[in-house]
């Protein structure tokens, strides 16, 4: 009886293997035809259409016509709230995706720590994360209510500030701090999880070396950590700047624009148009007028992936 | 264009309006059907002492098919009970036809939403409970409901006429007029006293003083949103608006008209207001002002009924130094902005002529009349026959609820006196007119009110002026 090795060896084993190899690749693209089918009819035919929308005069139940890029130059030059969420939108995801990834990173540090019910402390950091972020976003605007605001209760009590506080949906300035104050919340256990599945898979004996050529703790975090971490903050970068770009329901529940329309981000203008408005065609130019952006951003990300450290 | 072929007055709107060959023949049509609709009428709750024949047209009375499933999809009533003979009376529609009627109830604020869905989707609940002008947002799925409202006017009398110019487009009726929520002030007359005040103020300048006298006794200030609130917000500051001669939009609907020294006026009154004592809130939403009453945290708040009435039957906490008032009067007369909600068939529906019939028993006096008086007037008719409704002016009647109907008459619509449209709902659902105050309010009735009118012109003009 001969091994393995002998059959392989024997003359047409090459035509078998190759038969198998393009049998293997057949049920690949087999196996990969559901996964397509669900991006297809459940993303790309989806926005393909909003792009088509954004073209049109569209409104519920009117096709509307092809109106070319008159929907954008609208929005650029006449609707002065898109300008106010287009505004907000870059200020809403640059200040919390900055928050995010340094709270985030704090997180992760501490949680690898070896330290007593290290397991339920991981667990309920993820609370923010699991809780929907309709009851959250709810319980949030009940604590940042005017009239029975906890967190001015505390703060008065605290005598940190002085009787009532601050209207926090009432100034614009505070409501859209309120709305980063909720993104960030709700946001950052995605960053610590992230990154401390990452940090598990850096080797200790790399600090122990660091440690025995006299790295200080912030040199092994900059020269070991970053640098090991890089595919992981990249790929938790990019998620978590797309979904707070596109961010609609701490904003919708929290605020929904108000006051003034001086919290709207381009996600609630687009339904303010599209839903209430009824104005698809607007709404839909509204809603992927970032695309071209995300997309630069996404290919940036990527090819920086790609990149040897 | 129509082959006219003369003209006729239509009643309810006093407008010329073309009379052609195709509404002549209908017209005729619909009068041979009527003559037999009488016994039809009579188990609609009609039959018998019409108060008023003066309906265009005859009318054919929608029969129920025994067998068939009816969705109705409207808001959770604020009066709880409210909702329960609602129901009751849908399901007792149900028994008596054969009939499976479930109501779905979502917040009012989610209500668009789902019915801008089920539009699109041309799918969804036989009968969606439309706010405002909706019936002008969604007219291509509302079906043609005019033979329903002509067999509800000829039993009932004339639409009110903020139902009516809702319900109408392009003279059809594309929803059922079902109910008006009136909106009054409701004031604590115990802190009002101690401030001096010995009668809900009648106009917007005793009103400032009122808030001015309040705020000097150190009491809890009256208090309104200025914010995205779908009632309480544009049923304040529309008024104030009008009752100044201002207005969003000149009666063409065409064109804004905003910036003008009349929409300066009602600021300028704001924000001595504000100056005065009036507390106005940029984040409050419609539930936000009945909380802050029920929590002894303002003297008086513009709303519906609900306060004063769960007050009465709930909380007994405030209900005997509680009564209401009328939206005070401006320089330009008295005028006041509700709720309205009306029914609309959805035209996808399987079963419309089902559906029709149940909105017909809904409208009949005697069911509609158990309605309000369990709603304790938290709903008003939208016909002339409840102008009188016992929860008013009955025996048992309670005084302190006659505000709420008095301010139903001088009702206006957003957009006003443009008549309502796709722009007017447009411009309603973006808060124009309540931004423009809210900006202006600012920094404690300091805001800069050029600015703001002139931020609110280019929002309309975007609006109102935009290429089709």
Known sequence: MGTIADRVATPGAGRIRSRLAAREARLGYLLL??????????????????LWLSLTSAELQDPGRFIGLANYKFEFTVDRPFLQAFTNTFLYTGVTTVFKLGLGMVMALLLNQVFPLQRFVRAALLLPWIIPTVLSTLAWK??????????????????????????????????????????????????????????????????????????????????????????????VLLLSTIL?????????????????????????????????????????????VLFPLLAVLVAGTLLLLRRPE | ??????????????????????????????????????????????????????SPSSTKVPQPRSGASIRLLQWVHFVPAAD???????????????????VERITADQLQTKTAAAVEASSGPDIIQMQYGWP????????????????????????????????????????????????????????????????????????????????AAGLPPISQSVGHAYGDSLTMWNPVLWSHGG???????????????????????????VKAGLVVHPEWLDPDNNQAYHADRISATLNGASIYLREKNEFHHFDKVTDNGVVPAGPKGLFTMNLIFNHAVMKYSPEKETAKALLLYLMDKDN?????????????????????????????ADPKMKSFQQVVKPGKWPGWPAPPSKQTAQAQTQYIVADMFGKSLQNNGAGDAESAVKEAESRLKAIFERPA
Not at chain 2, 84 to 102: D, H, L, P
Request: charge should be neutral.
């Open chain 1, 244 to 288: 707070t770009f596109a961010d609609f329901q701490v904003p919708f529940i929290l605020t929904n624009g108000a006051p003034f329309n001086s919290t709207h981000v381009l996600a609630t203008w687009a339904y303010q148009w599209g839903v209430p408005g009824g104005a698809i065609g607007l709404g839909a130019a509204v809603s992927v």
């Open chain 2, 136 to 215: 002008h947002l969604y007219t291509s799925q509302c079906e043609d409901v005019t033979n329903e409202v002509n067999i509800l006017t000829q039993k009932l009398g004339a639409v009110a006429q903020v139902n009516d110019s809702f319900s109408k487009v392009d003279g059809v009726y594309r929803a059922v007029p079902f109910t008006v929520v009136p909106n009054a002030w409701t004031y604590r007359t115990d802190y009002f006293q101690k401030a001096g005040l010995n009668a809900w103020p009648k106009t917007w300048d005793a009103f400032a003083d009122a808030a001015g006298k309040l705020k």
């Open chain 1, 142 to 235: 009940w604590m940042f209510d005017p009239t029975f605001s906890v967190v001015n209760w505390l703060g008065v009590h605290l005598h940190l500030i002085t009787y009532p506080g601050p209207n926090w949906f009432g100034n614009t300035g505070s409501a859209l701090v309120a709305l980063m104050i909720v993104n960030v919340w709700r946001g950052m256990p995605f960053y610590g999880i992230s990154f401390l599945a990452g940090l598990q898979t850096i080797p200790t004996d790399l600090y122990e070396a660091a440690r025995v050529d006299g790295a200080s703790r912030w040199q092994q975090f900059i020269y070991i950590t970053v640098p090991k971490l890089r595919p992981v903050l990249l790929v």
């Open chain 2, 1 to 54: 264009m129509p082959d006219s072929a003369g003209e006729f007055i239509d009643p309810e709107r006093r407008l010329w309006v073309p009379w052609t060959r195709r509404k002549f023949l209908g017209a005729a049509g619909l009068t041979a059907a009527g003559l037999a609709a009488g016994p039809l009428l009579e188990a609609c709750g009609g039959g018998g002492s019409s108060q008023s024949s003066s």
């Open chain 2, 84 to 102: 329960t003979e609602f129901i009751r009376q849908c399901e007792e529609f149900g028994s008596k036809y054969g009939v499976k009627v479930a």
């Open chain 2, 247 to 273: 207005k969003e939009v000149n009666s063409d609907g065409k064109s804004a008209a905003i910036n003008s020294k009349e929409t300066r006026a009602a600021i300028k009154w704001a924000q001595g207001a």
């Open chain 1, 33 to 50: 035809l559901p996964t397509v089918a669900v991006l297809v009819v459940f993303l790309a035919w989806p926005f393909l259409f909003g």
């Open chain 2, 368 to 396: 509609y009349l158990k309605y309000t008086k369990i709603a304790g007037g938290y709903n008003a008719g939208p016909f002339a026959a409840f102008e009188n409704d016992p929860v008013f002016f009955g025996p048992d």
